[in-house]
């Protein structure tokens, strides 16, 4: 009995084995033509009494045609199965078909636009199914990597309408898409929206990306619209009086901003002494402002970086657009070499300013009694090639170049009678005051891309570039007393600058974007670069009384140097609500046989607390290899671009800072900043630096510090769009043989500064754009006195007491613009007319004093009347521009 029993207990597993492998080893016949997956599943289970457990979610739409005589259950479902990521389980006598939970399959591909195959740069991929996003990189790339199954991706981007894709996930998959501008779409009706903080955001970190559109339609300088004079309205972008200077952001300098044109860095970035910028907008696709949280693939700057991007060219067709302004004229032509496939641009532009700026200097001066010539001309071209060799490589030739040429002399002459006891006649006097200033700036700078795709997640980019500075600038002014009888100089005053610069840069650089899972990304790279400097600066004051003039010399030591290192840049998706960009930025830079080295930590966290309000926070180092010398004296700039040398150390800077970004109502978006910077080994010129042809013994290094707070409140949909900014600022310096070493404000320690900006569509054809700006007006040092020190072998010089230094105020600075831009379409051709104003009340905002030496009698005697008169450079003006686009 015991026998029997054990061997019952010991059959019962054995017969439940059997039982269950013969589930799936029953044989089945079966016929399907042209139906769906699930309907076959169904008729399968039905027919042949079995039971399958499935949800019909996970089936990709498939459709069988199949014929089955005698198989196997597992052989007739795998079969049914075949291409799909399903797999089936015996469990508990029924049959269980699923995803497996580890199995994720990599969605990649090119995001452009559909009418002229521009690349998308920052556009958001977005799959409602996982709740996981992305972005596109800097060449439209995306790659996602998402569950197996069905996915609802979401394509969207600033100014085109959302793409929306729903399919079944099986493979890795190559999927470009392509987005149409809102002004292409037919009206829809929205019936549902739920606000999302935008990945494209989480992911920046910092970064202000500017809307070229808008941009276009923002009231402009005598119709010029200008990307820096754009940046100049956001909060912590301070410049000097009338956008002139400049960018010095969150209290840095003018050269502690990496600007970049494709990828290549350029050292000017200014027209017109400053007016506006060398970027034609004509040709620019995309351009982002970072000015905290700098991801580890910048460096090389302390304050900012601003990363221009310029367009392709359209790959569709052909299309030629020209613009005649009150500055300048402008066209571009594009169109594809290879429709789809490959492409080019060229942009050029030619200022218009010397045809009236002649007449109406001649026609002021000679109110003034003096005899004058100005003129200046400058022009830039863009140029861009770009060729699609396969699915997976493009190539890029980019190039631009542009020069600026100004000259201005103006001679004015008095005669004065004084008396003399020894004659009875009065003696004449000719007093003569001349000034010279020529300057002459220019860029250069070219690369060469190449980009490739390593099977689905790895991206990467090799370039080639060039980058050239040349300078030249020549400062004279004079001022002479001479007995017109005897011909001999009483008294005569000279000033003399001597500046120039010349810069050549090599470089190559090779970029990775890997992309592993929807949580995490990876980008890293290395660079070299060598430069090549040849900076000459002369400075001179003479005070003479002699018929002879000693012409000073100047020689500059060249110097070449080479910079290289790589960095690395995770960025991880910790939670549904915490994303972290962490990263580190590794340089070196060999000169004069000295290395320095530098590690630069970078982290960026981000925190949705919903999908309405996003918490930031970043901790940034970074050091600057390469100096801007500026001699802060009003007057003419005189800007010169330094390496550093075995006696001058590289800049160091930290930044710290804490943010948030609200957003609510219908396309608000509420941004506030808080942030404080330390800056050390700051370089600038010591008080009374004399100069003569040696830079580096003439500089003093010190410590620098800003903080303050930023608010941005902007609307981003509906007719009236725009922005209202506010900052609360402190900056200052400290350098030992500067203001006797104590402490003093920056020159653009500005404490408040105010924008507003907005453009209101009334219709398709007419638009209406206002802006206006309030700052605090610049802190600057005026002479106090003048003394003359003699030195051996070069003679009396006269040396200025500015006492304490930036101790006063420039007024209050404000302005209102308004712009009218009206659209004309046509059958081929789009008119467009934009009118409006600069500083439409006129204000009179100075734009440095200066100091006027004139010759006056008093009796029996000669004397000399010094007296500070204000500078005044733009009153109202008139803004008109013209353009057609075929």
Same mark, same amino acid.
């Given at each position: 009995?015991?026998?029997?029993?054990?061997?019952?207990?010991?059959?019962?597993?054995?017969?439940?084995?059997?039982?269950?492998?013969?589930?799936?080893?029953?044989?089945?016949?079966?016929?399907?033509?042209?139906?769906?997956?699930?309907?076959?599943?169904?008729?399968?289970?039905?027919?042949? !009494?079995?039971?399958?457990?499935?949800?019909?979610?996970?089936?990709?739409?498939?459709?069988?045609?199949?014929?089955?005589?005698?198989?196997?259950?597992?052989?007739?479902?795998?079969?049914?199965?075949? !291409?799909?990521?399903?797999?089936?389980?015996?469990?508990?006598?029924?049959?269980?078909?699923?995803?497996?939970?580890?199995?994720?399959?990599?969605?990649?591909?090119?995001?452009?636009?559909?009418?002229?195959?521009?690349?998308?740069?920052?556009?958001?991929?977005?799959?409602?199914?996982?709740?996981?996003?992305?972005?596109?990189?800097?060449?439209?790339?995306? #790659?996602?990597?998402?569950?197996?199954?069905?996915?609802?991706?979401?394509?969207?981007?600033?100014?085109?309408?959302?793409?929306?894709?729903?399919?079944?996930?099986?493979?890795?998959?190559?999927?470009?898409?392509?987005?149409?501008?809102?002004?292409?779409?037919?009206?829809?009706?929205?019936?549902?929206?739920?606000?999302?903080?935008?990945?494209? &955001?989480?992911?920046?970190?910092?970064?202000?990306?500017?809307? &070229?559109?808008?941009?276009?339609?923002?009231?402009?300088?005598?119709?010029?619209?200008?990307?820096?004079?754009?940046?100049?309205? +956001?909060?912590?972008?301070?410049?000097?009086?009338?956008?002139?200077?400049?960018?010095?952001?969150?209290?840095?300098?003018?050269?502690?901003? $990496?600007?970049?044109?494709?990828?290549?860095?350029?050292?000017?970035?200014?027209?017109?002494?400053?007016?506006?910028?060398?970027?034609?907008?004509?040709?620019?696709?995309?351009?982002?402002?970072?000015? #905290?949280?700098?991801?580890?693939?910048?460096?090389?700057?302390?304050?900012?970086?601003?990363?221009?991007?310029?367009?392709?060219?359209?790959?569709?067709?052909?299309?030629?657009?020209?613009?005649?302004?009150?500055?300048?004229?402008?066209?571009?032509?594009?169109?594809?070499?290879?429709?789809?496939?490959?492409?080019?641009?060229?942009?050029?532009?030619?200022?218009?300013?010397?045809?009236?700026?002649?007449?109406?200097?001649?026609?002021?001066?000679?109110?003034?009694?003096?005899?004058?010539?100005?003129?200046?001309?400058?022009?830039?071209?863009?140029?861009?090639?770009?060729?699609?060799?396969?699915?997976?490589?493009?190539?890029?030739?980019?190039?631009?170049?542009?020069?600026?040429?100004?000259?201005?002399?103006?001679?004015?002459?008095?005669?004065?009678?004084?008396?003399?006891?020894?004659?009875?006649? %009065?003696?004449?006097?000719?007093?003569?005051?001349?000034?010279?200033?020529?300057?002459?700036?220019?860029?250069?700078?070219?690369?060469?891309?190449?980009?490739?795709?390593?099977?689905?997640?790895?991206?990467?980019?090799?370039?080639?570039?060039?980058?050239?500075?040349?300078?030249?600038?020549?400062?004279?002014?004079?001022?002479?007393?001479?007995?017109?009888? #005897?011909?001999?100089?009483?008294?005569?005053?000279?000033?003399?600058?001597?500046?120039?610069?010349?810069?050549?840069?090599?470089?190559?650089?090779?970029?990775?974007?890997?992309? %592993?899972?929807?949580?995490?990304?990876?980008?890293?790279?290395?660079?070299?670069?060598?430069?090549?400097?040849? %900076?000459?600066?002369?400075?001179?004051? +003479?005070?003479?009384?002699?018929?002879?003039?000693?012409?000073?010399?100047?020689?500059?030591?060249?110097?070449?140097?080479?910079?290289?290192?790589?960095?690395?840049?995770?960025?991880?998706?910790?939670?549904?609500?915490?994303?972290?960009?962490?990263?580190?930025?590794?340089?070196?830079?060999?000169?004069?046989?000295?290395?320095?080295?530098?590690?630069?930590?970078? $982290?960026?966290?981000?925190?949705?607390?919903?999908?309405?309000?996003?918490?930031?926070?970043?901790?940034?180092?970074?050091?600057?290899?390469?100096?801007?010398?500026?001699?802060?004296?009003?007057?003419?700039?005189?800007?010169?671009?330094?390496?550093?040398?075995?006696?001058?150390?590289?800049?160091?800077?930290?930044?710290?800072?804490?943010?948030?970004?609200?957003?609510?109502?219908?396309?608000?978006? +509420?941004?506030?900043? &808080?942030?404080?910077?330390?800056?050390?080994?700051?370089?600038?010129?010591?008080?009374?630096?004399?100069?003569?042809?040696?830079?580096?013994?003439?500089?003093?290094?010190?410590?620098?510090?800003?903080?303050?707070?930023? $608010?941005?409140?902007?609307?981003?949909?509906?007719?009236?769009?725009?922005?209202?900014?506010?900052? $609360?600022?402190?900056?200052?310096?400290?350098?030992?043989?500067?203001?006797?070493?104590?402490?003093?404000?920056?020159?653009?320690?500005?404490?408040?500064?105010?924008?507003?900006?907005?453009?209101?569509?009334?219709?398709?054809?007419?638009?209406?754009?206002?802006?206006?700006?309030?700052?605090?007006?610049?802190?600057?040092?005026?002479?106090?006195?003048?003394?003359?020190?003699?030195?051996?072998?070069?003679?009396?010089?006269?040396?200025? !007491?500015?006492?304490?230094?930036?101790?006063?105020? &420039?007024?209050?600075?404000?302005?209102?613009?308004?712009?009218?831009?009206?659209?004309?379409?046509?059958?081929?051709?789009?008119?467009?007319?934009?009118?409006?104003?600069?500083?439409?009340?006129?204000?009179?905002?100075?734009?440095?004093?200066?100091?006027?030496?004139?010759?006056?009698?008093?009796?029996?005697?000669?004397?000399?009347?010094?007296?500070?008169?204000?500078?005044?450079?733009?009153?109202?003006?008139?803004?008109?521009?013209?353009?057609?686009?075929?």
């Amino acid at each position: 009995m015991k026998r029997l029993l054990l061997l019952i207990l010991l059959t019962i597993p054995c017969a439940y084995v059997l039982v269950a492998q013969g589930v799936l080893d029953q044989q089945v016949s079966a016929e399907f033509w042209e139906v769906s997956l699930e309907e076959a599943l169904y008729r399968l289970g039905d027919e042949h !009494d079995l039971r399958l457990s499935f949800s019909n979610d996970i089936l990709p739409p498939k459709v069988i045609t199949a014929r089955f005589e005698q198989r196997t259950i597992g052989s007739a479902l795998g079969q049914l199965l075949q !291409d799909t990521p399903l797999r089936i389980k015996e469990l508990g006598g029924q049959i269980v078909i699923f995803l497996p939970v580890d199995l994720e399959f990599t969605i990649n591909g090119i995001l452009v636009d559909a009418s002229t195959g521009e690349r998308l740069i920052g556009a958001n991929i977005y799959d409602n199914k996982s709740g996981k996003g992305t972005v596109t990189n800097e060449y439209g790339y995306f #790659s996602i990597t998402l569950p197996a199954g069905p996915v609802a991706l979401d394509f969207s981007y600033v100014g085109y309408g959302t793409l929306s894709s729903d399919f079944y996930l099986m493979d890795n998959q190559r999927l470009d898409q392509q987005l149409r501008s809102d002004l292409q779409l037919e009206p829809i009706e929205v019936v549902g929206y739920k606000p999302r903080v935008d990945p494209k &955001m989480v992911q920046s970190g910092g970064a202000t990306q500017l809307n &070229m559109e808008q941009l276009e339609q923002l009231p402009a300088l005598a119709g010029e619209s200008d990307l820096v004079r754009a940046l100049q309205l +956001l909060p912590g972008v301070q410049s000097g009086t009338d956008g002139l200077d400049g960018l010095h952001v969150r209290g840095g300098g003018n050269g502690q901003n $990496l600007i970049m044109i494709d990828g290549v860095p350029v050292y000017n970035i200014s027209h017109a002494a400053g007016l506006f910028s060398v970027f034609n907008t004509n040709a620019v696709k995309s351009a982002q402002l970072y000015k #905290s949280g700098f991801p580890a693939r910048f460096g090389g700057r302390l304050s900012s970086v601003l990363d221009i991007r310029t367009r392709d060219g359209n790959n569709q067709h052909y299309e030629a657009e020209a613009s005649l302004g009150l500055l300048s004229g402008r066209m571009t032509l594009e169109g594809p070499i290879q429709k789809g496939k490959s492409s080019f641009i060229v942009s050029g532009r030619r200022s218009l300013i010397g045809w009236y700026l002649q007449p109406l200097a001649e026609s002021i001066r000679s109110e003034e009694d003096r005899q004058s010539l100005v003129d200046y001309d400058f022009y830039d071209v863009n140029a861009k090639l770009n060729f699609t060799l396969s699915d997976r490589d493009d190539l890029y030739f980019s190039f631009y170049t542009g020069k600026d040429a100004y000259r201005n002399r103006s001679l004015a002459l008095d005669t004065l009678f004084t008396q003399d006891t020894s004659v009875l006649e %009065p003696v004449p006097f000719l007093s003569s005051r001349s000034a010279l200033e020529e300057m002459t700036w220019g860029n250069t700078v070219t690369s060469m891309r190449w980009t490739h795709l390593f099977g689905d997640q790895l991206f990467a980019s090799l370039t080639a570039s060039y980058s050239g500075l040349d300078v030249g600038i020549t400062y004279e002014r004079g001022d002479s007393l001479t007995n017109a009888r #005897s011909g001999s100089v009483t008294d005569r005053y000279i000033s003399i600058g001597r500046y120039f610069s010349q810069i050549d840069d090599f470089g190559a650089r090779l970029d990775f974007d890997y992309r %592993p899972a929807p949580v995490q990304s990876l980008r890293f790279g290395f660079f070299a670069t060598r430069h090549l400097f040849e %900076p000459g600066l002369l400075s001179l004051e +003479l005070v003479e009384k002699s018929d002879t003039l000693r012409q000073p010399r100047m020689q500059a030591r060249a110097i070449s140097a080479s910079e290289f290192g790589g960095y690395l840049e995770n960025i991880w998706q910790v939670s549904p609500e915490v994303k972290v960009n962490a990263g580190l930025h590794l340089a070196a830079f060999q000169v004069d046989g000295q290395t320095y080295s530098s590690l630069q930590p970078r $982290l960026i966290a981000n925190w949705s607390i919903n999908n309405r309000l996003l918490l930031n926070g970043y901790l940034s180092k970074m050091t600057q290899f390469v100096h801007l010398l500026s001699n802060s004296t009003l007057g003419l700039p005189n800007d010169l671009w330094v390496p550093s040398t075995a006696s001058v150390k590289p800049e160091q800077s930290w930044q710290f800072g804490l943010s948030s970004t609200w957003q609510f109502g219908e396309g608000w978006q +509420l941004t506030g900043d &808080m942030y404080t910077k330390y800056m050390s080994q700051l370089l600038t010129y010591s008080e009374g630096a004399l100069f003569f042809n040696n830079w580096e013994s003439n500089l003093t290094s010190g410590t620098g510090q800003a903080y303050g707070m930023e $608010l941005l409140l902007e609307k981003r949909q509906g007719k009236t769009t725009g922005w209202a900014s506010y900052g $609360l600022a402190w900056a200052d310096r400290r350098f030992p043989l500067v203001n006797n070493g104590r402490r003093y404000p920056y020159r653009y320690d500005r404490r408040h500064s105010l924008t507003l900006a907005f453009v209101h569509v009334f219709n398709e054809w007419l638009e209406f754009s206002g802006s206006w700006a309030m700052n605090s007006g610049f802190a600057f040092s005026l002479p106090q006195g003048r003394y003359q020190v003699f030195l051996p072998g070069v003679g009396s010089i006269n040396v200025v !007491d500015y006492g304490e230094k930036n101790s006063f105020r &420039m007024p209050v600075y404000h302005r209102l613009d308004f712009g009218v831009n009206l659209y004309i379409e046509t059958e081929r051709v789009r008119h467009t007319l934009n009118l409006g104003v600069y500083n439409l009340y006129n204000r009179r905002n100075p734009l440095y004093y200066n100091l006027e030496t004139r010759y006056v009698t008093e009796g029996s005697e000669i004397r000399e009347d010094r007296r500070f008169s204000p500078v005044w450079l733009l009153p109202l003006i008139p803004a008109l521009n013209y353009s057609l686009k075929l």
